[in-house]
Nanobody, 126 residues
Framework: QLQLVESGGGLVQPGGSLRLSCAAS????????ISWFRQAPGKEREGVSC????????NYADSVKGRFTISRDNAKNTVYLQMNSLKPADTASYYC???????????????????WGQGTQVSVSS
């Protein structure tokens, strides 16, 4: 069973940066696409980004394009979300997700995922 653990969240001032990590306990022979989602209080969960199994394809929500960068290091079983130029609107709990059915990122925002991390809180405030 795949375990996903997010880390790297915290409190940062507007314009600051954070790098989130999504560490997998183990990958199978064929790695999965990894997606990042976020959910703010009182709002529905939204897709943030996705990276394909070997990193060749990345997707971003319009709200984060140009500011966030997703990457992966399969040797370390870890996916990263580098978040720059953070805004108060980025405040949310961030989750990574995966599913053995998906090694691609098409429609990542709406498809179901079997594995979810526990979440890490990102707060952007002065």
């Amino acid at each position: 069973q795949l375990q996903l653990v997010e880390s790297g969240g915290g409190l940062v001032q507007p314009g600051g940066s954070l790098r989130l990590s999504c560490a997998a306990s183990a990958f199978t022979t064929h790695s999965f696409a990894i997606s990042w989602f976020r959910q703010a209080p009182g709002k529905e969960r939204e897709g943030v980004s996705c990276i394909s199994s070997f990193g060749g394809v990345t997707n971003y929500a319009d709200s984060v394009k140009g500011r966030f960068t997703i990457s992966r290091d399969n040797a370390k079983n870890t996916v990263y979300l580098q978040m720059n130029s953070l805004k108060p609107a980025d405040t949310a709990s961030y989750y990574c997700a995966a599913d053995p059915r998906y090694d691609y990122c098409s429609a990542y925002e709406t498809r179901d995922n079997s594995y979810w991390g526990q979440g890490t809180q990102v707060s952007v405030s002065s």
